[in-house]
């Protein structure tokens, strides 16, 4: 049983629950004739809504870590089954850290993703939309990669845990049809892993107060965070350097509105 964090409930602040761990894509499933069929409601699990102060005293601002991809946008960058994660960015309190997979290779840059992540003290990851996107789209591709003749992924972290009650913006990627919220095991510390918080969903109606669009950039230069633009449907034509200067500002605003949410 492992105690989770999601970002469920009109506060905003999400639920405080335990959570047994669910199978990777527990919320993709198809009929006999291929068509997406609704997955279970994860069981075994109670949860209730807690406070700021509450969340404020599990977690302080040393302990948010943000997480962010990139993906391949010569092709569907939005479908894990056809495009790769080009870039992984992990904001903390001591500076940004950006793995790029063109030198080494996907499965090289998520493992060290994975190791990266292991190498910090339990706390809390935090992403933007991470629900619907990135988290299911790691766990695609991981489940890609880690296949014979390759199996450096085998003991990779991230354990998804399915939300169905939650709606995407946009729509669901690939062959998932929920949205997650996850722990990522910790190797050597099963017993303290990090949780996962999906700020977007408190973040809607500060954006409509702010009478801004519901997304990470506009409501970061509304609050004064600065943020780097591109067009994410050419992300290729970027250059190395300035991919990863727009990971690294991507997971630096989103680690700034975690803490400011959660006044950590």
Known sequence: ??????AIGSAGFGLLGESRIAQQNGCHRHSPRGRRTPGRPHRGRKQHRTSRKAARAVFDAAHIYALDLETDTTIDGLDPRVAVITECAVSTATGDTVRGGADAGEA??????????????PGLIVTWNGAFFDLPFLSTRRRILDAPPSSTLHSFGLHLLPQPGLTPKYDYIGDHICAYTAV?????????PHQHLDISFAYKKIAADLGVKHALKPVARALGIEVIEVDREHMHLLTPAQRTAYAASDTRATRELAIRLLGA
Request: glycine share 4%; with cysteine; hydrophobic share 45%.
């Open 1 to 6: 049983m492992y105690t989770c964090v999601s």
């Open 108 to 121: 090289i840059m998520l493992f060290n993703l994975d190791r990266h992540l292991a190498s910090l003290p």
């Open 184 to 192: 990522w095991l910790r190797e050597g510390d099963s017993d303290a």
